[in-house]
Nanobody, 123 residues
Framework: QLQLVESGGGLVQAGDSLRLSCAAS????????IAWFRQAPGLEREFVAA??????????DYADLVKGRFTVSRDNGANTAYLQMNSLKPGDTAIYYC??????????????WGQGTQVTVSS
């Protein structure tokens, strides 16, 4: 079992930055790919970013909408993953979720989910 808790959301202005954290408790955090998804009101949950951790090292993947603005990272010693979000736009407003599972952009691949943290970007 793995429990995930997000934090760091809030209300910011366009152009500002936020760093989200995803703290994990339980076993085997380092064996999972950690992904961030987001869901805006009335829309489907969408992939934001992911970071793997395997024998060949770590790789990252980003949705086109956030590439160059967001950075995903992880600290396995602290059982925590991060999403650094820069140059935020009103379109980034959503509930952000972290998830642990198999490497994929599909939310069905992720077994464990946090409760989400709200990010609101005003214009």
């Amino acid at each position: 079992q793995l429990q995930l808790v997000e934090s760091g959301g809030g209300l910011v202005q366009a152009g500002d930055s936020l760093r989200l954290s995803c703290a994990a408790s339980g076993r085997s955090f380092s064996t999972y790919t950690i992904a961030w998804f987001r869901q805006a009101p009335g829309l489907e949950r969408e992939f934001v970013a992911a970071i793997t951790n395997n024998w060949s090292g770590r790789t990252t993947d980003y949705a086109d909408l956030v590439k160059g603005r967001f950075t995903v990272s992880r600290d396995n010693g602290a059982n925590t993953a991060y999403l650094q979000m820069n140059s935020l736009k009103p379109g980034d407003t959503a509930i952000y979720y972290c998830a642990a599972g198999s490497t994929s952009r599909r939310h069905e691949a992720y077994r464990y989910w946090g409760q989400g943290t709200q990010v609101t970007v005003s214009s």
